[in-house]
């Protein structure tokens, strides 16, 4: 794989991680 897909990948991976773990923690309080 080339080091742009493995970033990019990442980077989606980042960013959908920490919307569940925004609406997880707001439903939690």
């Given at each position: 794989m080339?080091?742009?897909t493995v970033l990019a990948?990442?980077?989606c991976?980042?960013?959908v991680g920490g919307?569940?773990?925004l609406r997880?923690?707001?439903k939690e309080k």
């Open positions: 080339e080091l742009k990948v990442v980077l991976l980042v960013i919307t569940v773990y997880l923690k707001r």
